[in-house]
């Protein structure tokens, strides 16, 4: 005989598996209270082939792993994270793939007329248009330029120059505006440290474009560590922060930055951007800044910074993001030390969260939600005693079964304390359940008097297990009175009813209840109700 109980969920920092689902990461979570969902694809810079495996991670605020995707091996994704019209994206070859609620992939986007796409940076605008990066390849004549080999070498007199280009497409995917660097920029504007082969030129290496308060566009070239703001109207360059041609006076940061990524406006007004600190060699330690712009006086005013360690730089990688409680989510990039990917924290510098691989893994970027615009259908887990062993069962209908111990079937015994939770397939995905913690082996379901449930004496089931239609039929008109609920055991109200004494019996419409077990309640009593 099955006892079948209510199910309390305890959420806890550790995220121990011992299937390896997704690489092992440690993540610390310094503030109890936590919710939202984090946004990431740790990926191994470089790539060493082989058996490593790129994916896709959501987390939940307590560092529990929500969702995953695994690539194949190879195969490099990032970007993954969540737009404001409900979509999600990710970049894979260039491309960009738009995803719904399910992880069903709805769309996709890349540069026309040619443009090479790049991968870097897509951002949905508000009229449903799409701003892309992307790339061409330009034969110059390079031998006046001494800018190679990091020792003054002059460049190919046919070199091939990779020069970035901006394009906005419309929701049909015609090109609306197109912006190219070889148009704007001169040549020597590039950091010569950033210059290896004379030959194939990495020339502006565009890393983030995005849309300001005011309709223009702000773009950060990566190799003439500077942001550039451009005109949407005529395509002129309005001004020029940081790198050669700086037209900014800085104020509280002389050292400027080098080789930044991710410029974004955020609500105050200000500009904030991951500084690596690296442009070949060390400059300075990698830092988040927020600099306070006066864009008719042309200062830059670093109104809040935050460096990790003075002696941490990063190689590549990297964004910043300001969350609405004034918190920052940091994510590192490619570190010269230690495994940290990103953390969050407040103004004074304190930790809210913070995520490590085992693997000195990293994330192009990182991002985090405080709640997602759709509703996440994640599998229950029941909890039960047969015959004095204790179970864990997932609800049925789903293709496969992946629990944290390994095991593969629906249903698991219970051998140890830790915390247990199940992935089944969504989408090219998996989707987790909400975590079972096991405290107690003698009792990891929690019996008590209070939470057992079994058939009560005031009414009956029949048929049961049932198809569409239940009948529930109380043993004393004069008590049958009330609202009938019908529960999944996760605790999910699916119906709720008002029954009266007149008849005795009251019709249950079950139909549209998923397969599996659930719980009948009429005030103090209850009974379980199998749904074929």
């Known amino acids: ?47 060493p082939g082989g058996a490593f495996r790129n994916h896709h991670l959501i987390l939940d605020g307590k560092g529990h792993v929500v969702y995953y995707r695994r690539f194949p091996q190879g195969v490099t994704s990032g970007d993954f994270k969540l737009h404001p019209n409900g979509r999600m994206s990710y970049a894979l070859m260039g491309r960009f793939f738009f995803m719904d609620s399910t992880f069903t992939v709805m769309d996709s986007a890349w540069c026309q007329n ?6 870097h940076d897509v951002q949905l605008l508000p009229n449903g248009h ?9 034969t110059m004549d390079l031998s006046t330029y001494p800018f190679f080999n990091q020792n003054g070498s002059p460049g190919s007199p046919n070199a091939t120059v990779k020069s970035g280009v901006i394009q906005v497409l419309d929701a049909a995917k015609n090109v609306v505006f197109e912006w190219r660097a070889i148009d704007h920029y001169d040549f020597a504007d590039v ?25 223009n566009l702000l773009v950060s070239p990566r190799h003439f560590n500077e ?44 500009l904030t951007l991951f500084d690596n600190g690296f442009n070949g060699q060390p400059i300075h330690p990698a830092a988040a800044k927020e600099y306070e712009l ?44 230690g495994n940290i990917v990103f953390n969050v924290v407040d103004t004074g510098g304190d930790k809210a969260f913070e995520i490590s691989f085992d693997d000195t893994l990293t994330s192009y970027r990182s991002f985090f939600y405080p709640e997602l615009p759709w509703q996440l259908d994640r599998p229950s887990i029941s909890c039960f005693q047969n015959n004095g062993q204790y179970f864990l069962e997932a609800e049925s209908g789903h293709d496969s079964y992946s629990w944290s111990d390994g095991s593969t079937t629906q249903t698991i015994p219970i051998g140890a304390a830790g915390t247990y939770f199940v992935f089944v397939p969504i989408g090219q995905g998996f989707v987790s359940s ?43 008109k004069d008590h049958a009175e009330g609202i009938v609920e019908i529960a999944g055991l996760s605790g999910k109200k699916w119906l709720s ?36």
């Open 1 to 47: 005989m099955r006892i079948f109980f209510f199910v309390a969920f305890t959420l806890v920092a550790a995220c121990p598996i011992s299937a390896q689902l997704y690489p092992p990461f440690q993540a610390q979570v310094f503030d109890s209270t936590a919710t939202g969902y984090y946004f990431l694809s740790p990926v191994k810079v470089p790539n």
């Open 114 to 119: 040619g443009v090479f796409p790049d991968g």
């Open 130 to 138: 799409f701003l892309l990066l992307g790339f061409e390849n330009i």
């Open 191 to 215: 950091d010569p440290k950033q210059l290896n082969s004379p030959v194939n030129v990495d020339w502006t290496h565009f890393n983030s474009v995005a849309q300001d308060a005011d309709g």
């Open 227 to 270: 942001i550039t703001k451009i005109s949407r109207s005529d395509g002129s360059i309005l001004w020029r922060l940081g790198g050669k041609a700086n037209q900014f006076d800085f104020l509280n940061d002389p050292a400027q930055f080098v080789a930044q990524h991710d410029a974004r406006r955020i609500a105050n007004g200000n």
């Open 294 to 337: 006066d864009e008719s006086a042309l200062t830059a005013d670093l109104v809040w910074s935050h460096v990790e360690n003075p002696d941490w730089f990063s190689r590549a990688l990297g964004n910043v993001q300001r969350l609405d409680n004034g918190n920052t989510l940091i994510n590192y990039g490619w570190l010269n030390k």
């Open 434 to 476: 909400e975590p079972f913690v096991v405290e107690d082996t003698d009792n990891p379901c929690g019996i008590s008097p209070a939470t057992e449930v079994e058939p009560g004496p005031l009414f009956s089931l029949t048929p049961n297990p049932v198809g569409d239609i239940a009948v529930l039929r109380f043993s004393d």
């Open 497 to 532: 009813q008002r029954v009266s004494a007149a008849t005795g019996e009251c019709t249950l419409e079950v139909e549209q209840l998923p397969p599996g077990v659930y719980i009948v309640q009429l005030g103090a009593y209850t009974a379980k109700l199998i749904k074929l």
